[in-house]
């Protein structure tokens, strides 16, 4: 007979694009007893999500939940419930996730306007005006707030307004935010917006929350059709996550706990520091990976904190890079996606990655690398500025 072994994953530095590493009280959290999904004490943690998720979101949104499956989960319910057949729908497209949008909008019925930006530039906010006004009732524009092939932080404070002004709904992709830089929804008049558990939240992959505005609601229940999705239909799921307590589908249990706990820790930490470690942080890998004579892929002045694109240097092999930081230091870093791919690293400080230890050592493992590959490098320039950066912010 076969024999299995018992499962011994090593306990990585994940500095790719996601998972990120998961806090101890988050993996201590999940071993909680298992009890039924409407048990009094689970539906008191289902209400405690919910509050936790509006101080993180930074709104007041009555539906305000986390959708079971992963970040891709929340785009569907966002953009099932919102699109309806032949609805017109603008969709920036600087990315692979920006690539993922406008594939889901147009499954969904839509007729999708593609605003185009080339990889490492943001989508500019006058060329998704020029979209609006070229449409005849655009129902909705989707951009990707942080945009993680290519390290893209995309600028969005005035879309919601914009929309509006064209009587559209601004949809917004913060997978790679919530958790990591600010998604303040109510103020930025955002409609519907969606995340995941493992980037910025410190949390292993599972849910999706999601948060919808009132103005986003009264375009669902003036639906014309069903939503397209039974899972992912928010009216439906509301009535779970409501009042109302009505059976849809059984919540994954030990997922709530884990983002209960996860959300805990956002919380205690404080938006504001939170933000203010992934910067510090951010700019001392940033300085450097430039310090060691290495490009990065984002235009300057738009470069995420959390997720930083590298260029590969000619002559050297990514995939073997990759592999060595793996085999030598136990450290993860991501390729490159679509058009990106073996021409740029993705190197993530998200959620509890971030961190001051983690920048140096992969500072200090990628100069060994590269240097064993044959790049010429002037060893410890890199952890020298990563070190006057981390002094500068002091
Ligand atoms: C990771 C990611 C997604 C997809 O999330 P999954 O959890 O992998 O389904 C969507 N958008 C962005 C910007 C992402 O970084």
Known sequence: MASFPELQPSARVLLGPGPSNVHPRVMKAMLSPVVGHLDPDFVSVMEDIKKLLRMVFQTSNEITFPVSGTGSAGMETALANLIEDGDEVVVGVNGAFGERLADAAGRLGAKVHRVEAPWGQIVETERLESALRAASHPKLVAVVH??????????????????????????????????????????????????????????????????????????????????????????MIERYWGPDRLYHHTAPISMNYAIYEALRIVVEEGL????????????????????????????????????????????????????????????EIGAGLGIFKGKVWRIGLMGESSRRENVMLALNALETVLAAQGMEIARGAALVAADNSYTRAA
């Open 272 to 331: 504001e520091a939170r933000f203010k470690r992934h910067a510090a942080n951010a700019a001392a890998l940033q300085a450097g990976i430039q310090a060691m004579g290495l490009a990065l892929a984002a235009q300057p002045g738009y470069r995420l904190p959390q997720l930083t694109a590298v260029q590969v240097p000619d002559g050297i092999d990514d995939a073997k890079v990759r592999a060595d930081l793996l085999r030598m230091f136990n450290l």
């Open 146 to 235: 942080a945009e993680t092939s290519t390290g893209v932080y995309q600028p969005v404070e005035e879309l919601g307004e914009l929309a509006h002004r064209y009587g559209a709904l601004l949809v917004l992709d913060a997978v790679t935010s919530l958790g990591c830089v600010p998604v303040e929804i109510d103020r930025w008049q955002i409609d519907a917006c969606y995340s995941c558990t493992q980037k910025g939240i410190g949390a292993p992959p599972g849910l999706a929350p999601v948060t919808f505005s009132e103005r986003a609601m009264e375009t669902v229940r003036a639906r014309k059709q069903k939503c397209r999705s039974w899972y992912f239909d928010v009216a």
